[in-house]
């Protein structure tokens, strides 16, 4: 077995240069591509390769485990992409869900007035009294159902899950026999045509949702909302983000949209600052009430035991599934000195990381390779592995630091006479001796440490 060297110090403060090393990382390790890079590339998509569908498949399940899986109260729903024009008028979404456009008469480039650091001064080419008076751009993207491409077969991709929920809410009431407090959750896709899609992953026009609408009784919406907000912070310290790059900010009364009367932000502080997460907002009874006027439906809870009916109100909690995944990845990197060079590592939660452990035959030795893919077959069942036998051993032990596994499994020479490996930990670079009787015995008790 080759030996490191002690890790060093982390370097302290914030590193300036840590965004463009991070996606440098995301393109170099296989977590997001550009998409359609062969042809130039399509701005704000992106693809995620092997790592990044695996890390955002582990962030959108603990997400599922946290709200659905160990909560009686909330049960799960799927809704369609596509919706008529119905939907999207009664939320409110066709006349208010909008955006200040600005034309730069010089340079041509279009801007969110509300984002510009000075209002007349256009950000690409400096000039002054060049920026055209604001106007409502519509974020909603349309297409047509059908082969006629008229007004009559007019459909929009959806912006946000909820409304898929809110249209729902009588068939999940009768089919799951919840009553207020409870709540339906989903993952799942949506579409912004933003004006300005910037930070990487952070806003795109094609992102994924991870939303919960709790519908309670109308008295305990103050009471429920605070709880939300508390334990939607407490899930990203849960799983590993440091509290002093968190924060709770609640919306003033002018920054509130239309249907809320409470609305607070996670807030994160990316390499660019702070910037949004997550909002919970108390959208009170505006969605159940508007779907119920326009479709013509009664849209409310009759609770028989105290004969009283009533439309519940809504807590939201809604997440971003990729700004969560960048959050995270941005709160695990971290370089440190080992012996004259450095090493970078993702620091991520063993839950979160894209491989939970790699098996690695010291080399391409034919008398290695069967005995470390036996080791492999031993654990993929129980935890997502990774297999890695080109290269030297430092070089692969990099590598894995670098995508954040945290157990590197080792298959050598003594093995073949011991049966036993050594397992490397990827934060103290500690190395342990384990039979491979009891080799899952041990990931899972370092894993769970």
Known sequence: ???????????????????????GLCKRRGFVYQSAEIYGGF??????????????????????RSMVQLRHDVVGLDSSILSPPAVWEASGHLENFSDPLVDCRGCGARHRADKLADPGVCPDCGRTGALTEARQFNLMFSTHAGPVADSAAEVFLRPETAQGTFVNFMNVLRTSRRRPPFGIAQIGKSFRNEITPGNFVFRTREFEQMELEYFVPPDESER???????????WYLGLGIPEDRLRLRAHPAEELSHYSSATSDVEFRFPWGWDELEGIANRGDYDLSRHAECAGERIEYFDQAASDRYVPHVIEPAAGATRAAMAFLTAAYDTEPVGAGERTVLRLDHRLAPYQAAVLPLSRNDRLVPTALEVFDRLKGRWMCDYDETQAIGRRYRRQDEIGTPLCVTVDFDTLDDSAVTVRDRDTMAQDRVAIDRLADHISEKLTA
Request: proline fraction near 7%.
């Open 1 to 23: 077995m080759s030996q490191e060297d002690s890790p060093g110090e982390s370097p302290s403060g914030e590193d300036p240069g840590l965004f463009d090393k991070i996606v």
């Open 43 to 64: 701005r704000s998509a992106y693809d995620y390769g092997p790592l990044g569908v695996l890390l955002l498949g582990n962030v959108k399940r603990q997400w599922w």
């Open 224 to 234: 429920w909302f605070r709880y939300w907000c508390q334990d939607r912070l407490g």
